[in-house]
Nanobody, 123 residues
Framework: QVQLVESGGGLVQAGGSLRLSCAAS????????MGWFRQAPGKEREFVAA????????YYADSVKGRFTISREAAKNTGYLQMNSLKIEDTAVYYC????????????????WGQGTQVTVSS
């Protein structure tokens, strides 16, 4: 299976923006869905957004709806998560993941995970 590599994390002030990238290397991204999850210290990993790879249908957690946008460039085997109006509570390690299931938000449906990228939002 391909390796997923996230990039684009960093430190940003509340209200700012970041764009995360998830590049699939070592082959073509052939899964049905690419998802983004995040995990804050002491909390469980939670769903953020997902995109179906062929049709680019998108799905969001309520906590990020209207602020985050997931997209993909299939020709580049790369997915993105544009994060605007960031809040302190968005601070977490963000992971991209691949699932053979279509449009799933369930963590256990994802079988290929990146290493994560840290996003820190300061006041």
């Amino acid at each position: 299976q391909v390796q997923l590599v996230e990039s684009g994390g960093g430190l940003v002030q509340a209200g700012g923006s970041l764009r995360l990238s998830c590049a699939a290397s070592g082959g073509t991204f052939s899964s049905s869905t690419m998802g983004w999850f995040r995990q804050a210290p002491g909390k469980e990993r939670e769903f953020v957004a997902a995109i179906t790879w062929k049709s680019a249908n998108t799905y969001y957690a309520d906590s990020v709806k209207g602020r985050f946008t997931i997209s993909r460039e299939a020709a580049k085997n790369t997915g993105y998560l544009q994060m605007n109006s960031l809040k302190i509570e968005d601070t977490a390690v963000y992971y991209c993941a691949a699932s053979l299931w279509l449009a799933t938000a369930r963590r256990n449906d994802y079988n290929n995970w990146g290493q994560g990228t840290q996003v820190t939002v300061s006041s």
